[in-house]
């Protein structure tokens, strides 16, 4: 999904045209849902600011709240170092090491992220606008959760010898890259269009990390390893407010 956001963010950084009219800077509050495998909604506000002499293009800043709610899934290991073995945007293109990726099965998945977001976006027209925002630094609550291990070796289990362990959301939030990310993170691309000056509606993808830290630990390639992620990919519809 992050390699979609760089081949937008590269597309509309390509388009030519000079237009006039364009605000200088706005705000927004945005109420997004996002459904599929799983049910998410998520609140914003976000301060976007015009770029260059024509302000097609604008870079801006927001804070967000994800709510993200799923029944009977499997997370996977996921730290970078036992995922793939590199860090950062190594890890986005490395292929994954299998054997070191175990899985955790939970009944139901409940977390609400807060998190400071980044946002770009482009003025294709006057009522017309895509774009990019991806989740940066924040922290997660919510109620602990009973999973089982599903080890990718035989005789792999928890430091106790069990493969039940309870779990709770990762607290901390931080981009870091693909899988070298902590904790939940949102991002969306998206078109948006305005129906009049205040009210705009948008539709696109909502790609969500949600992180959880099991109670216990399990030993895999030198490392012990207690955290958890499931990655959602979801269509998204939102309606905006400016002002």
Aim: charged share 20%.
């Amino acid at each position: 999904m992050k390699k979609i956001f760089v081949c937008l963010l590269l597309s509309l950084a390509t388009i030519n045209g000079f237009s006039q009219g364009y605000e200088t800077s706005y705000k927004t509050t945005d109420l997004a849902l996002a459904a599929g495998k799983g049910f998410s909604p998520a609140l914003s506000f976000t301060q976007m600011f015009g770029v260059g002499k024509s302000y097609r293009f604008k870079i801006g800043y927001g804070v967000r709240l994800t709510s993200f709610w799923v029944n009977d899934i499997q997370t996977r290991t996921a730290p970078a170092s036992l995922t793939s073995g590199k860090a950062s945007f190594a890890a986005l293109v490395s292929d994954d090491i299998i054997a070191n990726i175990d899985t955790f099965s939970f009944k139901k998945v409940q977390v609400n992220a807060l998190n400071l977001s980044i946002n770009l976006q482009y003025s294709l027209s006057q009522k017309l606008e895509a774009g990019i925002n991806i989740d940066a630094i924040g922290f997660t609550f919510g109620s602990k959760q009973s999973g089982d291990l599903i080890a990718n070796a035989s005789k792999r289990t928890f430091a106790d010898g069990s493969t039940v362990s309870e779990a709770k959301p990762t607290n901390f939030n931080l981009l870091l890259v693909s899988d070298s990310d902590l904790g939940s993170l949102n991002s969306e691309v998206f078109l948006r269009y305005w129906l009049n000056d205040k009210i705009g509606i948008r539709g696109g993808l909502s790609f969500f990390f949600a992180e959880y830290t099991s109670d216990k630990k399990v030993a895999v390639a030198n490392e012990q390893n207690d955290r958890w992620r499931y990655k959602s990919l979801l269509p998204m519809v939102a309606v905006s407010f400016k002002f």
